[in-house]
Every structure is written in C-alpha cells, then in structure tokens.
C-alpha cells in the first residue's frame, strides 16, 4: 500500500518498521500488519489463531484500527520491551530506601519503553523532620528533581527518552512551591506536572474560604482557597503548566471504585491508574470510517465502526497476554482487572467530511452518537469475551451501579449481569500524534485540526534542503475529490475550522460531549490566544469543572515555553543574514568570582564572570567566563567552557541559554547535592552559577532568596527568549507544536511526552 504522504512513510521506517541486523523483517507496511496480526493472535487457541489473525489483520488494514505505537514497533520482534504505553508507579513511601527503591524501579520500566506517572503527595513537606538523624526533609520537589535526572540518562525502548508525569495533591504543604516548579525553564525537563484538586477545594473556593494544607493529617498552615487557585492558573497562565486533575471525580467514576483508589496519571493524562495501572491503548480512525464525505448523504457507517470496535477489544485485550512487563507487580495489576483504553483519532477530520463545524452543537451530537457506538459496542465486546474466556480476576457485579455501566442500555447491562466482563476499564482517548501522522496525517485524538497545510523541510544526502508541503488528510481528500482549486468556503457547513481560529469555548464543549461517554480520561489541549484575559483563561477551569471534565490542560504562547507557531506567513523579502562580530575586550572590566565547592572533588571551581557595560554607564552585561580549579583533571574542558562561553558572551544578544544547556547535563557517574538542590553534573553547577550571576545584573534577587511569584527570572526579562524553545531538538527546526500535552514536530516528525 502506497502511503498517503512521504512523512507517512518516514514516520513508519524511523519508529514502527521492524529492522533486525539480519537483514530480515518489514519490508512493506503490510509486513508490519502481518507481523502485529500474528503477534496478537497467538494469545488465542490453536484452532481458532488463524481465523483470528484474519480478523486482526483486516482491522489494521487501512490504518482503520492503529494500535499505540508500542504495539506497532513491538509485538511480534521478540525484543524485551513492553507493548504498554505507560504505567503509573507504586506509592512512593516517606522513607529514603523506600524512594531510591521506587526510582530503580521508574528506571527499569522506561528502559523497557514505559512512561511513568507518580503520586508525589506521600512524601513529607520540606522542612518536616527527619526522626533519627536530626535533619530536616527535603521535600517531594527535591526528589523529583533526582527523577528528573534520571529520566534524561533512560533512552526508552532505544527509540526516545522516557516522559514521566508528577502529581501532588492540592492540599499537600509544599503545592505552592509544586505550582512554580516549571517557572525555572531548566527544572522538570522530562516531567509533565499535575496538582490533583479535590471536590473539597472547589467548593472551598466558591465559597471563598480558607484552605488547610495538610501531611499525615497535621494542619502545617492555612492559606486563602482563591489564593492558591490564583497561584496555580496565573502558573499555567505563564508557563502552561502545571494540569488540573479533578481526582475526586476521576475515583468517583471509576469502574473499579470497589478495589482501587487513583492518585495519579499517565504521563498524558488520559488514563488515570492506580499504583503499578498500566495503559494499553489503541485508536479507530473515525476519518476511514465516513461514507460519501463531503456529500449531503456523508455519515458514519456505524455498523462497521461496531466490529471494529469489537476487534479492537480482541485486539488489546490479548496484548496483555503476550506483553513483557517491567515488574512483577505491574504484571499482576495488569491481569487482575486487564483494563485497556480504546479511543478513537481522526475526530475532527470525520466531522469536516459531515459538514459539522468543530464545537459547534452538531459537531457535539456527532461525537456524542459516534463515541456512544463505541462505548456499547465495547462492553458488549468484553462481556461476550467474558463468557468465552473468564472475567477479569477482580470483576464484582456491584460495577454495574458505578456511572459508566449504569448508563448503558438495558441489554448491554444485561449481558454484563450473565456474563460478567473481561476487561475492568474499556475506553480512554490518548494522543496520537505520530500514529495519526502515519495514517496520512489524520487529525490526532479529538483535537481540531492544528493546521490544514505546512511546507515541511528535507534533509538532502548533500546536506542541503528541500521543501515539501504536507497536509491535513481531509484537506488532501477534499483536493481530490473536488479540485484543488475548489474554495474550501464551499464545503458543506464551511466546516473547514482549525486550533488556530476556534475559542476556548469551543474545545471545552467537544472535551465535555467526549467525556460523558468515555470510561478514563482524554488527553486534550485547550488552546487559548495569547492576549486572553487572566480572569477568561482561570474561567475555563472552573468551567471545565462545572462541565464534567476529569482533567484539563491549556496552551496559550507564553514567555516561558515560547510561541506555539506551526504555520507562518511567507516573508515579504529575506534579509541577508547578520555576521555577528566579537565585540573588542575593553581595558578594564568589573564582574564576579564564584566558588563551587563540587562534592566529589577535593579541589574547588572558582568561576570569575565579568561585565561590561552600555556606553551611557546603563546595562550590564556579561562578557567574558573565566573557569579555573586546581583539579588538573578539569583542564582540559574548562578551557574549552573559558573559550567558548565567552566568544558566545562576546557576540552579544540573548545568552540565558548558556545557563540552560549547561543545567541539562549530567554525569554518568552520578550528581551531587547542592545547597539542597540536586546537582546533575559539575558543568550543570557552573550553568547555575551563570544563571545566578545573569539574574543578579538584571537586578534581580539572588538565587537563595525565594521570589516573589511574578519576580521570576523568565517574568522579569525585558525580552523573553521563545524561539528555542520552538526549535526541534531532533532537526533544529522551528517546526516544534503544542498538541495533546506532547511536543511534535511538524518538520521531522519527531514526537515526546512531557
């Protein structure tokens, strides 16, 4: 089968295609097919496995089922990797072996190609004693930055680095310094953060009352409910996170209430687990699904969308079956309750071809019907599964009374009450951000389309570039069946609607209308304008609450992560490119020596920057580093920091970035605390003392002085730097988008978590 577009077959090659070093394996995607078909179906009995790899194999045929992209590179190779996606981790205990033994693990379980999610909020708050040693702890932060630092060493299934999600309860005393974790640009890289709010805590803020922030049960201090609600929006007002979790509603509508309690997500947050849950997904692409688009007579054929469904279930429900998995305990959670997370892609696309303008009423009564099919269709699935081969494990009929269950129809009811279910949890819609692009570049989950056309840029052989336009799937079907040159005003119900024209209001109407017939959550992004109002951006929370939802996360261009950009306009002329010129040293210059005492070496750094200044006597800049240690062993790359560092200082512009990348390294041989504060590498201690120094003649505080919140060193620039927090860390081009909590590029493909 030809692909839809280049990117398509790229994608496939670099993530999904099977390459052993013999030589042999997928030579087509239809070997991919056929290996995944196979794969899948040796969970079933001999007599029956050929018939079933038939089925499977239909249902992949067409991208119309993509199972999640662990499945497809996976299932079939024989390689020790999982063919989950992500899985949450055990509760972290307040005790230090207990916290390094949970990190080995987080550690293990991305190794094998796993994401991780945990619940932070069972460590004791900082400044807490430590009974026995008379110290003080640290607080969940501090550990959290040693996850961090060890996910950027964890190069999961050999492919990409590990996304982990952090959670912490709203009424944890150290939440406030949890919310303004990712105002530091360099913190909690490899981290998507989430604050798990509580029925309690909305109606305290309703109510305008105060707010008691507890551990173990001990009032520590009360703050004001509008206060801390404040603190986190005006957060991700800035820095776009951390995401709202509405736990309480997640345990409440849990089909597994009777044995089990959720704290804490996947790293995308579509699938909120309990300690050691597993996330095994797959989407239908509704966009194969639609007969006669962009026709008056255009429609789902539902009874197709139904055995697909079925299939699906099959699908994944015998992945957990021939899966390897990191740990024992999350084997067993796995096949005790065998919950799996069927969701759907392509929603957006699928309505454009009905005419139906994305979070518009029509939009939502389709979504609403299609997402319906799916839900009945897939009970039904697992209850006839659970007569053919045995309910989960912990299956109890008192799930028939939780929500989900409770709402269907009386015969699926029915047959659940003959039969029981295979599987605890059914339906979850994830990102798919890299699955939708190998189906042509369907739209991804139930986002709107995020951009209709971009020219996307080709490395040559040569070292050069070429361009190639890519486009939406729908607007490449409607090309083809209409003209290229056929108005896109013209289609049916001027349809044609994407994340960069629709409100707020409108993504939070198709989250809802998604979420009323899903078992688990969505992972969905809000966009939000740059100039909207704070007041209008905190109202989308509360509404989104007010409107069902499970958990929210927003985007909107900030100085922190950078302007969202996927398509620009073409430039009137190109200016010839500026040559910077290293500015002549100046006779005499003040600056600054630092010492850093590294904990592993027995001689110190000392780091002299020095300054220079605007000929009015006006700003100060740095302009040269020197780094100098009597560590011999150091000599040779601390020259190279001298040299380099100060020709950057020297060229002139924005140089926060120095910081920045030094930060990020870190030493195989291990870290270091620092002044409380795990330390990566020595070059990442140097890269905050450069921090702190460029902080210090900005005039602002130093960094052992906690700021106010609107005096962070990203805030108080005068110009903030987002164009290479744009920029792809695989290709380098600006091509890096926003979409379902996930960076992805639209120039190379390139997709992570976090």
Known sequence: MAFDSPLAGEIWSSKYRFRPVDGEGDKTVEATWDRVATALAEAEPAKTRGRWRTRFREALEGYRFLPAGRILAGAGTGRSVTLFNCFVMGTVPDDLDGIFQHLREAAVTMQQGGGVGMDFSSVRPSGAPVRGVGAEASGPLSFMDVWDSMCRTIMSAGQRRGAMMGCLRIDHPDIEAFINAKREATRFRNFNLSVLVTDAFMAALDAGADWPLVFNGEVRRTVRAADLWDRLMRATYDAAEPGVIFIDRVNAANNLAHCEVISASNPCGEQMLPPYGACLLGSINLARLITAPFEAGAAMDEQELGVLTRTAVRMLDNVIDISRYPLPAQEAEARAKRRIGLGVTGLADALIFCGARYGEDQAMALTERWLGVIRREAYRASAELAAEKGPFPLYDPIMLEQPNLAGLDPETRELIARHGLRNGCLTSIAPTGTTSLLAGNVSSGIEPVFAFAYNRKVLQPDGSKREEAVEDYALALWKRLKGADAPLESAPGNAFVSAQTLTPEHHLRMQAAAQAQIDSSISKTINCPEDIPFDAFSHVYRQGYRMGCKGLTTYRPNAITGSVLSVEPTPAATPAPVVP????????????????????????????????????????????????????????????????ISAVFRRGGDVSFVAEELKAVFDPAGGAWMEGRYTPSLPAAIGAVIERHLGLTAGEAPADVDPAPAASPAAAADTPVASSRSACPRCGTPGLVRKEGCDSCLDCGYSRCG
């Open 581 to 644: 010129i290293l500015t002549p040293r100046p006779g005499r210059l003040e600056g600054a020596t630092y010492k850093v005492r590294w904990p592993l070496d027995a001689h110190a750094v000392y780091v002299t920057i020095n300054d220079s200044e605007d000929e009015d006597g006006g700003e100060r800049r740095p302009f040269e580093i020197f780094v100098n240690s009597k560590n011999m062993a150091h000599y040779a790359w601390t020259l190279a920091l001298t040299r380099m």
